[in-house]
T-cell receptor
Framework: RKEVEQDPGPFNVPEGATVAFNCTYS??????FFWYRQDCRKEPKLLMS???SGNEDGRFTAQLNRASQYISLLIRDSKLSDSATYLC??????????FGPGTSLSVIP | NAGVTQTPKFQVLKTGQSMTLQCAQD?????MYWYRQDPGMGLRLIYY???????DKGEVPNGYNVSRLNKREFSLRLESAAPSQTSVYFC????????????????FGSGTRLTVV
């Protein structure tokens, strides 16, 4: 089993839709969790951190479920500009950050 | 603009040639990293430096060496390039080392697209 797994997609959704991505991780000692956004042929950029209590930033909501070892990202009212690849990242206890392979999102007019 | 600067942006090498990828950050970050990104494989950590003067291997260090020249600069060297090293290379930095309780995420450079023929 890979250490961090994501559904690669692609997710094709209409504008205004709500879409959710999940990311599972295998190491229960993981300490920190993040979502990054990567546009085509660009570098990843930090979208948001994921806290145990869940956190929201505008149309984006991130959740952590330690018991089931997954994090999620919910995007409400999707915009064309949300089209990108979304990477989850997991920080383990011994100086390792593992990225998932990414989930591709296309928002369609 | 503040951030992480990588050079070169593009490079084509012949098998067996050597080269050094340069990375510099001006955010006074302690930790710096080199990743490679391949289709279907995601980002994989090559080497990292938790602080000036220290370097450690990541997931895929074979065929690479690194130098943390000072707090700002972290270079990646390919001594004898192989076609398997064709990839996009990203340098990143973070405010706190990975052992810190308040790890804050990475700032990435814009990448180096390397082709080895």
């Amino acid at each position: 089993r890979k250490e961090v797994e994501q559904d690669p997609g692609p997710f094709n959704v209409p504008e205004g839709a709500t879409v959710a991505f999940n990311c599972t991780y295998s190491n229960s000692a993981s300490q920190s969790f993040f979502w990054y956004r990567q546009d085509c042929r660009k570098e990843p950029k930090l979208l948001m951190s994921v806290y145990s209590s869940g956190n929201e930033d505008g149309r984006f909501t991130a959740q952590l479920n330690r018991a089931s070892q997954y994090i999620s990202l919910l995007i409400r009212d999707s915009k064309l500009s949300d089209s990108a690849t979304y990477l989850c990242a997991v920080n383990y206890a011994h100086d390792k950050v593992i990225f998932g392979p990414g989930t591709s999102l296309s928002v369609i007019p | 603009n503040a951030g992480v600067t990588q050079t070169p942006k593009f490079q084509v090498l012949k098998t067996g040639q050597s080269m050094t990828l340069q990375c510099a950050q001006d955010m006074n970050h302690n930790s710096m990293y080199w990743y490679r990104q391949d289709p279907g494989m995601g980002l994989r950590l090559i080497y990292y430096s938790a602080s000036e003067g220290t370097t450690d291997k990541g997931e895929v260090p074979n065929g690479y060496n690194v130098s943390r020249l000072n707090k700002r600069e972290f270079s990646l060297r390919l001594e004898s390039a192989a076609p398997s090293q064709t990839s996009v290379y990203f340098c990143a930095s973070s405010e706190r080392g990975l052992r810190g309780a308040s790890y804050s995420g990475y700032t990435f450079g814009s990448g180096t697209r390397l082709t080895v023929v």
